[in-house]
């Protein structure tokens, strides 16, 4: 048997919404919740569970997408953050591009990395690594996640 990994867009979520700037995620409403219920077939067009509230995944990895409305690069390095609603808290999950810059190449080129382990976490929010906002420069980004699923391939 094989292992694979695929993008399961139907849990896809949007962290921030067409932003200029990014500040570190302090409110337990910033950012977009991965605990959200079951995706319900009476409404397609609403994302699916990534895990349900309290049911963990510390294995649970997650595709971070970044698309621009121009070429751009941001002001300084980014972070992923995660929210623990147990303790009321966000924690810095990572590092994006190993901490430096992340430039879009244009509207039609956007910018992904994989990040593992993110099941932990009730939320997900993306915002520098130092202190004081994180600028786009020009236009504006939208940053989404959405789970990564991995099985074995049963048919090799």
């Known amino acids: 048997m094989a292992t694979f990994s695929m993008f399961d867009t139907a849990t896809e979520q949007v962290l921030h919404s ?9 409110a337990s409403t910033d950012g977009a919740s991965i605990t959200v219920a079951e995706k319900n077939p009476t409404t397609p067009n609403t994302p699916g569970a990534w895990r349900l509230s309290g049911q963990g995944g510390a294995r ?27 303790k009321s808290k966000w924690y810095l ?11 879009v190449l244009g509207a039609a080129t956007g910018w ?39 099985g074995e391939d049963q048919w090799q």
């Open 93 to 103: 999950v990572g590092a994006l591009n190993g901490g430096t810059a992340i430039s």
């Open 60 to 86: 649970l990895d997650a595709a971070i997408f970044i698309e621009s409305s121009t070429a751009q690069t941001f002001s300084a390095g980014l972070g992923l953050y995660g929210y623990r609603a147990d």
């Open 18 to 26: 067409a932003v200029s700037s990014l500040a570190f995620p302090t």
């Open 112 to 150: 992904s990395t994989v990040v593992e382990a993110v099941g932990g976490y009730d939320r997900l929010a993306v915002g520098p690594l130092t202190s004081g906002a994180v600028t786009t420069g020009v236009g504006t980004a939208t940053i989404r996640a959405c789970q990564i699923r991995t």
